[in-house]
């Protein structure tokens, strides 16, 4: 059974950092692109950032750009998404997906999905 498991939410103080992490079971991603999209209450989910397969080439949304920082480590079949100077606004459920082939900020692009993992980041 392939799973997407998120780890590394919680609660945070507007300005301060999380590690999102994302470990994968059941087949090896690594030729495959892993993404991060996120959802807040009564709005749409939205693309994040991702990593190519490689882990070359990083691509994120304009309003996590400069803060936000995409990894993998393909021999522990995980990916990783470092978030710092965070703003309440960045309060959401988070998302790890993957994909094959290049990066897609489209959500239905993605083929396997984790379960979620919440980020609350407080005034």
């Known amino acids: 059974q392939v799973r997407l498991v998120e780890s590394g939410g919680g609660l945070v103080q507007a300005g301060g950092s999380l590690r999102l992490s994302c470990a994968a079971s059941?087949?090896?991603?690594?030729?495959?692109?892993r993404a991060w999209f996120r959802q807040a209450p009564g709005k749409e989910r939205e693309f994040v950032g991702a990593?190519?397969?490689?882990?070359?080439?990083?691509y994120y949304a304009e309003s996590v750009k400069g803060r936000f920082t995409s990894s993998r480590d393909n021999a522990k079949n995980t990916a990783y998404l470092q978030m710092n100077s965070l703003k309440p606004e960045d309060t959401a459920d988070y998302y790890c997906?993957?994909?094959?082939?290049?990066?897609?900020?489209?959500?239905?692009?993605?083929?396997?999905w984790g379960q979620g993992t919440q980020v609350t980041v407080s005034s």
């Open positions: 990593i190519a397969s490689s882990g070359g080439s990083t």
């Open positions: 997906a993957a994909k094959r082939g290049g990066i897609a900020t489209d959500w239905n692009a993605y083929d396997y």
């Open positions: 059941g087949r090896t991603f690594s030729n495959y692109v």
